[in-house]
């Protein structure tokens, strides 16, 4: 056998080991159940502390799937990657700045139907619309009192984490991650627009959300019903991260955009959740930790989309974690199936 074709081979032979190992191995668990409602097939970790044409491949915030079905990627250092549907394999990175040319904290993602990017950033918060290579369309109004202080009542880096496009195109909603000063610090306001005949947004109805203690909301997507899957996700030092996954139904909810603060308040209805799963209940799949978890599956889950649903209806789920470029964290993607 040539030289040339013996390192062809050993090549072969080291790419298909690390990607077993990327993935997990594919017998660690048979059960693969996280609960009666969320079952997880895979997770992967071929993304890890990589680069892609000169830019850091991680500090993932949010998820959302393009309209050829591949996934897209935000990173809330201003990246936006465009990923392979089956190998996660960056194959596009664009760079998004404000109307400056300032960096943003990227935080949610939303690709409309014209294939156009909604994109928030939790600074100030703002929510833009990008063309495909990164210019800026359009952007979109924010109720005052979600502005960061002292603009407003919300606390920096809390603010819009989740955005999603509720089935039909026509509404659009945000969610804070945290409270705003003058509710209880259990609640989290989600936030609506209304598409106009001229395919801007304006202010709509908005909502109030109980989050465990401890926790904030990272991420929100719709489900094809006009439900919302939620995250919840907290950290605790030398303990690790809580992760978990709600089904919440705002269709009956008070119209909080009027109230002005949310404590003590009678008579309000707030966003019904029910739990689905939390993250430390699946099984490892084989995954390793690098720091303390209760579960090393676990690491700072922060992104998640839709893909589609199986042939029991069952919705797929993707997962990312944020590694905040650091050494004890880890870019992990995680394949759940999800009853609702």
């Not at 090549?11 to 079952?39: D, I, M, Q, R």
């Not at 709509?204 to 904030?216: C, F, K, M, V």
């Not at 996700?233 to 269709?251: E, M, Q």
Request: aromatic share 4%; proline share 5%; net charge neutral.
């Amino acid at each position: 056998m040539r030289l040339r074709t013996v390192l062809a081979t050993v090549t072969a032979a080291l790419a298909a080991a690390t990607s077993l190992t990327a993935a997990g191995p594919a017998n660690a668990h048979e059960n693969k159940a996280c609960s009666p409602s969320v079952s997880i097939d895979r997770f992967s970790d071929a993304l890890d502390k990589t680069t892609y044409d000169g830019t850091f491949v991680g500090n993932f915030s949010a998820l959302a799937v393009d309209r050829d079905g591949s996934p897209a990627a935000l990173e809330d250092r201003s990246s936006l990657f465009g990923l392979d549907a089956k190998t996660l394999q960056p194959k596009s990175v664009v760079q998004l700045a404000d109307e400056k040319g300032a960096a943003l904290d990227s935080e949610g993602l939303v690709i409309d139907r014209d294939g156009t990017r909604l994109i928030t950033s939790e600074t100030e918060p703002s929510i833009r619309r990008y063309s495909v290579d990164g210019r800026i369309l359009d952007r979109l109004p924010v109720p005052s009192s979600l502005l960061v202080a002292p603009a407003g009542r919300a606390t920096a880096n809390q603010t819009f984490e989740g955005l999603t496009l509720l089935p039909g195109g026509h509404t659009l909603l945000a969610s804070m991650e945290n409270a705003i000063s003058g509710d209880s610090k259990n609640i989290v306001r989600f936030q609506t627009w209304t598409r106009t005949k001229d395919d801007h947004f304006r202010l709509a109805a908005q909502y109030a959300y109980p989050i465990d203690s401890g926790l904030g909301v990272p991420e929100v997507q719709a489900t094809p019903d006009g439900r919302l899957l939620v995250l919840e996700r907290g950290f605790t030092s030398g303990v690790g991260n809580t992760v978990r996954l709600y089904l919440a139904d705002p269709r009956h909810a008070t119209d909080t955009s009027g109230i002005e603060n949310l404590t003590g308040q009678t008579g309000v209805r707030l966003i019904k959740k029910t739990l689905l799963t939390d993250i430390a209940d699946c099984p490892s799949l084989g995954a390793t930790a690098k720091q303390p978890q209760p579960n090393p599956l676990l690491d700072n889950i922060e992104g998640m989309t839709i893909t589609g649903h199986d042939a029991r209806g069952r919705l797929k789920v993707l997962l990312v974690s944020d590694d905040n470029q650091n050494a004890v964290q880890t870019t992990r993607f995680y394949y759940l199936r999800v009853r609702v």
